[in-house]
């Protein structure tokens, strides 16, 4: 039996990934006819159109999404192979890392993530995918869409890894001149002013207004937000209050030298748990364990080494 050109399977892990023919020629150091050529060899042995055009880009079809774990899959257990027991030298090294994270963790250490990463393995990408539900980062950890899942801790799959890498307490946050300053900060003036709520999914309450119901308490939020990011603007902006900032975000209020100031919060609230997850065939990956180490250290504040 005829096998057929695995590396078909590579190109089309690369297509998939970048949903450009011209930007994955680049990956694979193609002319543009010669990644036209592929594509169409592709699409004879899988017996599918795999792309068509959108816009200035390529869609894949539904046979395409259908595929993509499974090519996914079949190509780090092929790299796998060739790699395990040698060791990855960083510095020629490309590779693509795809990290599922929350805001917090982009926006405290991303920046210092990637210079890390420009300094050792210069020829590497960082892409960071937006978190899901639970189930999506599951499922994208065991399909291999995924490197790293890095956020609060939910609900694994018995078979993921996980490391913790800190702490997140929360402050409330408003601007420097709001009359919340003008005394005490107690249940009764916290929830005169109206609240920004951080959700992913546009909701407006959560646990800690449970806190709040429970001593008779309700607030009025006025603006939802997606991200703290873009929440930190807008409470500097505004007359609103940010009740729950974790603490990793404050040294970049700082650095932007923006008017807002901190309080305590008139209720206790729990401190968040941030860990790092992945699959365990990435266990003995000498380049992915490099990453969790770099990641493990920037967090923890040790100044991370090669």
């Not at 050529?37 to 046979?63: H, N």
């Not at 993921?160 to 249940?187: C, E, N, W, Y």
Request: charged share 25%.
């Amino acid at each position: 039996m005829k096998l057929p050109d695995l590396n078909l399977l590579v190109a089309l892990d690369i297509l998939l990934e970048e949903g450009s023919a011209v930007a994955a020629a680049r990956r694979m150091h193609l002319s543009a006819p010669a990644m036209s050529r592929t594509l169409a060899r592709i699409r004879d042995a899988i017996g599918d159109p795999v792309f068509v055009r959108s816009g200035r880009g390529l869609a894949p079809t539904p046979r395409a999404l259908e595929l993509r774990e499974q090519v996914r899959g079949v190509v780090e257990q092929a790299h796998a192979i060739f790699t395990s027991g040698r060791e990855v030298d960083l510095r020629t090294l490309e590779r693509t890392f795809s990290l599922c994270a929350n805001d917090v963790f982009v926006g405290a250490y991303g920046g210092k993530l990637r210079d890390l990463l420009a300094v050792h393995a210069p020829h590497t990408v960082l892409r960071f995918v937006p978190e899901g539900d639970g189930a999506t980062e599951n499922d994208a950890l065991h399909a291999g869409r995924i490197d790293l899942y890095i956020s609060a801790r939910r609900a694994f799959a018995p078979d993921i890894k996980l490391q913790q890498l800190f702490s997140s307490g929360f402050v409330g946050i408003a601007r420097s001149d709001h009359p919340i300053f003008d005394g005490p900060i107690t249940l009764d003036s916290f929830t005169e002013y109206e609240h920004i709520s951080v959700s992913r999914r546009g909701l407006a309450r959560g646990p800690f207004d449970t806190i709040l119901a429970e001593r008779g308490y309700t607030r009025r939020v006025s603006l939802i937000s997606p991200n703290f990011q873009s929440a930190i603007f807008a409470v500097a902006d505004s007359r609103l209050l940010l009740p729950l900032m974790p603490t990793p975000l404050l040294p970049i209020v700082e650095r932007l030298g923006l008017k807002l100031r901190t309080f305590q919060l008139p209720i206790p609230v729990d401190s968040v748990e941030v860990l790092q997850a992945w699959h365990p065939r990435l266990d003995h990956d000498h380049a992915h364990r490099w990453l969790r180490r770099m990641i493990k250290e920037l967090c923890g504040g040790t100044p991370p080494e090669a």
